[in-house]
């Protein structure tokens, strides 16, 4: 029996298409613990790091696998137990800012005798960013103040969008920082996330710090996690979904939290228009042509560049066969893998030397028309080569299905893990 409503209602469809916007958030991290999905494995990392004073953390990897919504959602489950402090950087920060961001709202209550031979005592609330020294702290300074407002409750420090940090002193003083409070045993955890395929690419003199450090890599959500990411919200929102959907969702999305948000959200408006509450497999063409317009505008102008030309040119193709093609644990492939799929786009056998230079165009800086695309590693006739925007192979994919250039996709071709049914 179909699931529908009267859609005519206005009241109603208004309301339930609120649902579906609480329920599915592409363009913000989720901070409810009950709409996040999965990360049980990176969560109980955190939640032990915090339970052991003198370790810290650091959560690192792709853009668009979801560190944030993690770092949120964590600073959301362990209130009860810590006060969580939280703390975006921007790329103009210096350490200094960052500590006075954090402080600002942390409040230190001390007792003061009043004037007089009373012997009564004043409550007096401040910032803690009175106890910082200045505008210019030095890691000493912030140990003494983490010290002063951690003697009531342990802390927890989240600072994210860590790599958006551009100057080397900065990121050193937080390595110093880290080394402090572990050697004195300050009951304040420093977490610091950020993007990055390697620690190394996260904080610098991170060397003297690895004992005190756990290293948190947040790889791409497996098949089950944007599955769950899917029912979740459906559930929330007071819909289903056909699994036909789930299952054209999970490849598509190549384990990226945005687009399993992103397509489920307009299929479910879809469906709504149609006074359904029941989300079918072939809502995914609709949601596909509607999200297409509502990806990110960074990743849109990246496509546009890299295939836009006055005459007809191989290079929308060979993007679309890099999309498609079946990357590695790092997200990288290689020519010959792209060979492969770029004979089943054109059906025609295209050899290497075909197509290497507009592999080469899509490498070349972001000032060029067309670079800025893919990141190139290894040596001559060994190259791998990954996605520099890693939002960027989901939205060519839809580029191209939209076009009919691809057929419906086989089963977990780009899932992370090939046992969800």
């Known amino acids: 029996m ?29 901070t409810d613990h009950a709409l996040f999905a999965g990360r049980s494995v990176e969560m109980t990392k955190v939640m032990d790091v915090v339970s052991q004073t003198g370790r810290h953390a650091v959560i690192y990897g792709e853009r668009g696998v979801g560190k944030t919504s993690l770092a949120r959602v964590m600073s959301q489950i362990l209130q009860d137990r810590c006060l969580a402090l939280y703390y975006t950087c921007s790329t103009m920060d210096s350490y200094g800012d960052i500590w006075q961001g954090l402080l600002e709202d942390a409040k230190v209550v001390s007792l003061h005798h009043r004037a007089g031979f009373t012997g009564e005592y004043e409550r007096i609330i401040e910032s803690a960013t009175k106890f910082l020294g200045g505008k210019d702290p030095t890691p000493n300074n912030v140990r003494q103040t983490l010290r002063i407002l951690s003697s009531s409750r342990p802390l927890l420090v989240l600072i994210d969008e860590f790599d958006r940090i551009q100057e080397s002193d900065t990121q050193r003083l937080f390595a110093d920082s880290i080394k402090i409070l572990s050697d004195q045993a300050i ?21 003297s710090v690895q004992r005190s450090l756990l290293q948190i890599r947040m790889p791409r959500m497996s098949s089950e996690e944007i599955a769950r990411i899917i029912w979740n919200g459906m559930a929330t929102a007071g819909m289903q979904a056909e699994r036909g959907f789930v299952r054209e969702v999970i490849n598509l999305s190549q384990g990226l939290p945005h687009y399993a948000h992103l397509l489920s959200q307009h299929a479910a408006w879809g469906a709504l228009l149609e006074g359904r509450l029941l ?44 999309a498609l093609t079946k990357k590695d644990d790092l997200q990288t492939f290689s020519a010959p893998d792209v060979r492969q799929e770029l004979r089943l786009i054109t059906r025609q ?68 893990a090939s046992s969800w049914s």
């Open 187 to 207: 009951p304040a955890t420093l977490v610091l996330v950020g993007a990055g395929d390697t620690i190394d690419e996260l904080i610098a003199e991170h060397a």
């Open 279 to 322: 989300v079918r497999t072939n809502d995914f063409t609709w949601a596909i042509a509607k999200s297409l317009d509502d990806t990110f505008h960074s990743v849109r102008e990246t496509y546009y560049r890299a295939t836009n030309s006055a005459r007809e040119t191989l290079h929308g193709k060979v993007l679309l066969a890099c």
């Open 349 to 416: 056998q295209y050899e290497l030397p075909r197509f290497a230079t507009h592999l080469h165009d899509f490498c070349a800086p972001a000032s060029e028309p067309r670079g800025g695309v893919l990141r190139r590693s290894g040596t001559a006739r060994r190259f791998r080569y990954k996605f520099s925007d890693p939002l960027l192979g989901p939205y060519v994919i839809m580029k191209g299905k939209a076009e009919g250039l691809i057929p419906p996709f086989s089963p977990s071709k780009f899932s992370s």
């Open 2 to 30: 179909p699931i529908v409503f009267d859609q005519t209602n206005v009241e109603e469809y208004e309301s339930r298409r609120a649902q579906v916007m609480g329920a599915f958030s592409p363009a913000t991290p989720v």
